[in-house]
């Protein structure tokens, strides 16, 4: 089992940036894919970025490409989402997602699937004020 737990959400002006963090428990985590949704009120929770499990790759949505990156910090059980440029559609609930899946490594389009995901954080608010 892994516990995850966001943070570093908060309010900040457009154009702004903010960084989140997601520490995850267990001595498997450096085995999972993980990644980054969002959701904002009366809308789907939709994907934001992926990272596989040595940090070599990633995949991150269109809205946010070239504007956010993630990362990750095995030795610290720990992913990143560095948010720069920040817009008001960017506004919404960030979650932290770990997948056990062997086919998380393709870094393919299932990446950007709930389904994919077995393990979620409670989520962390992000607020941009135009």
């Known amino acids: 089992q892994v516990q995850l737990v966001e943070s570093g959400g908060g309010l900040v002006q457009a154009g702004g940036s903010l960084r989140l963090s997601c520490a995850a428990s267990?001595?498997?985590?450096?085995?999972?894919?993980m990644g980054w949704f969002r959701q904002a009120p009366g809308k789907e929770r939709e994907f934001v970025a992926g990272i596989s499990w040595s940090g070599g790759r990633t995949r991150y949505a269109d809205p946010v490409k070239g504007r956010f990156t993630m990362s990750r910090d095995n030795a610290k059980n720990t992913v990143y989402l560095q948010m720069n440029s920040l817009k008001a559609e960017d506004a919404a609930v960030y979650y932290c997602?770990?997948?056990?899946?062997?086919?998380?490594?393709?870094?393919?389009?299932?990446?950007?699937?709930?389904?994919?995901?077995?393990?979620w954080g409670p989520g962390t608010q992000v607020t941009v004020s135009s």
């Open positions: 267990g001595r498997t985590f450096s085995t999972y894919g």
């Open positions: 997602a770990g997948s056990d899946s062997v086919i998380y490594a393709t870094m393919s389009a299932f990446v950007t699937g709930r389904n994919a995901y077995r393990f």
